[in-house]
């Protein structure tokens, strides 16, 4: 996708007051890179090196990959998972699939072993503990995949420790409810890709009126009728969200679909944990 259609990378900075994080973990760095698209279109070579070079500046103890990889076929996987390599942590990198990445007939797989081949561990409803048993990292499967099932991997969890989630879709923010969440990291949305300052997403408000559009101009207005199937929390369509007891963040990403971005950069999130004040 052409500069001029998709802006200028912008890398957002948090942090994240977490409880009961030991004081040892405290400023620890994540960086979460999300929804690359990889296809020859979606997502450009000079954006793709900008946002590595941004993610290695940060010098992150973990860096968090958020899904949709690919498109629809996984052969660029390969292409991609190459320049991913070059990625730099201190403690891993670590990935959950998206729900591009099940699309395909046998995707899934491929995009999971080519991105493990190379250092970065899938995650698939599973917890597991990158700094010992005092935080536990969970990722979950795609919502949409049909093996999105959080009640096993959280009932492992010792209650009393932190934990963060990754979780492609934002709307798993809503069946997370029933777990304590400290963070949960998504993409998926793109951000509504065109935003209206001060209004929102441009694709949340054409959902509400939509109905009273004539249905021959309907097919003229870009994911109009894609809208629901985007994600029905349009309201977490990006940044930070208090979700009940929880904390959403969900990253605009990378990739961007036609017919561009608005008021909507990429994104590069930098986030540093502390402990909160009891």
Same mark, same amino acid.
């Given at each position: 996708m052409h500069r001029l259609l998709t802006g200028k990378l912008r890398v957002e900075y948090l942090k994240i007051p977490i409880a009961n994080l030991p004081a040892n973990l405290s400023g620890t760095k994540i960086v979460q890179l999300t929804d690359f698209h990889y296809d +020859?279109?979606? #997502?450009?070579?000079?954006?793709? !090196?900008?946002a590595i070079a941004a993610a290695n500046e940060a010098e992150p103890d973990m860096i968090f990959l958020t899904g949709d990889f690919i498109t629809y076929d996984p052969a660029p996987i390969y292409a991609l998972v190459h320049r991913l390599k070059?990625?730099?942590?201190?403690?891993?990198?670590?990935?959950?699939?998206?729900? @591009?990445? @099940?699309?395909? =007939? +046998?995707? %899934? %797989? !491929?995009?999971?072993?080519? /991105?493990?081949s190379v250092g970065i561990r899938v995650l698939y409803n599973e917890a597991i503990y990158p700094f010992g048993s005092e935080l536990a990292l969970v990722g979950?499967?795609? *919502? $949409?995949?049909?093996? *999105?099932? =959080? %009640?096993?991997?959280?009932?492992?969890?010792? =209650?009393?420790i932190p934990r963060i989630v990754l979780s492609h879709n934002p709307d798993t923010a809503e069946k997370l409810q029933n777990w304590r969440i400290d963070l949960q990291l998504s993409g998926h949305t793109h951000g509504g890709q065109i935003v209206i300052p001060g209004i929102g997403p441009l694709y949340a408000w054409v959902r509400k009126i939509? *109905?009273?559009?004539?249905?021959?101009?309907?097919k003229f207005? =870009? *994911? #109009?009728?894609?809208?629901?199937?985007?994600?029905? @929390? $349009?309201?977490w369509a990006s940044g930070l969200h208090q979700v009940g007891s929880n904390l959403l963040y969900v990253n605009?990403? /990378?990739?961007?679909?036609?017919?561009?971005?608005?008021f909507c950069p990429p994104e590069v999130t930098v986030i540093t944990l502390v402990c909160q004040n009891t």
């Open positions: +020859g279109v979606r #997502l450009s070579e000079w954006l793709l !090196e900008e070059s990625l730099q942590s201190r403690v891993g990198i670590y990935a959950v699939l998206g729900n @591009h990445d @099940h699309y395909w =007939p +046998g995707a %899934k %797989k !491929e995009v999971a072993n080519a /991105l493990n979950l499967a795609d *919502f $949409w995949s049909g093996d *999105f099932a =959080p %009640k096993p991997v959280m009932a492992s969890i010792n =209650p009393a939509g *109905f009273l559009i004539p249905q021959p101009i309907r207005i =870009p *994911f #109009l009728s894609a809208c629901d199937r985007v994600v029905t @929390h $349009w309201e605009r990403g /990378l990739g961007t679909y036609s017919p561009g971005r608005l």
